[in-house]
């Protein structure tokens, strides 16, 4: 069994990429006697783009039917994560939506997979489980009432239709800095900040690392 975290953060040891490798702690307790192979893919250090709308993927009688043709640090990727027997995805909150990075790659995941006939058919080799982890600046109160969640929901039914309905969870009011008083930022309080991240943030790690176990349940 492998199950990857696709890291859409280019922090590889801060908010995101931390409940990731939770979530994978869960899969991995979760698994006890199975065999489980966990991997993190960190998007920045790879060099691709998104779709560059050739349809070679949907090229009848063409090579790359059905598969992403575009040849870049993503094409092994694509392939190994379409085999997967779990994926888990995470994100910072970048002006309100997911990185550029992470929309990236999902559009070369799923494109190729469906088929421009009458009922746009899915083709997907696997439908394997998901899971999505946000994380952002934002109070889960602004984060209801400013729309970001109906952002989320169109990625996630993307998701859904394609794989499976992904187990979600949210990150709030993360610590972007070590030390605040270093940067400019006066729009936020440091000890309200600490504070949420002294309590707040390993009951975060705790329900990424729930979320990894009943992604294999
Ligand atoms: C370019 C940029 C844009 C951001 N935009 C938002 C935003 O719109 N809403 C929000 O809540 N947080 C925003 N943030 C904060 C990050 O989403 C947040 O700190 C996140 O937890 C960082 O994840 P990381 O620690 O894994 O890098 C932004 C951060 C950056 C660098």
């Known amino acids: 069994m492998k199950i990857y975290a696709i890291n859409g953060s280019p922090r590889k040891n801060k908010n995101t990429a931390t409940l990731l490798q939770k979530a994978l702690d869960g899969v991995k307790e979760a698994a006890k006697d199975k065999e489980v192979e966990t991997e993190i893919i960190n998007l920045y250090d790879l060099n691709y783009t998104g779709c560059k709308s050739c349809f070679a993927c949907k090229r009848l009688g ?3 039917y059905g598969k992403c043709a575009v040849k870049d640090d993503i094409q092994e990727v694509l392939e190994k994560v379409s085999q997967a027997d779990g994926l888990i995805f995470g994100s910072p909150i970048y002006f309100g939506n997911i990185t550029g990075q992470l929309q990236s790659f999902i559009e070369r995941l799923i494109f190729p997979y469906l088929v421009y006939d009458e009922n746009y058919s899915l083709i997907p080799p696997k439908k394997m489980p998901t899971a999505f982890i946000y994380t952002m600046n934002a109070s889960e109160e602004f984060m209801d ?46 000890e309200a900040k600490a504070e949420h991240r002294k309590i707040q943030f390993p009951l975060d790690c705790q329900k990424a690392f729930e979320l990894g176990a009943n992604l294999i349940k």
């Open 62 to 64: 063409g090579a790359s």
């Open 145 to 190: 009432k400013s729309g970001y969640l109906s952002t989320f929901n169109k990625i996630e039914s993307g998701l859904e239709r394609m794989f499976t309905k992904p187990l979600v969870m949210y990150s709030n009011n993360t610590y972007q800095f070590d030390d605040y008083s270093k940067y400019k930022s006066n729009a936020f309080s440091e």
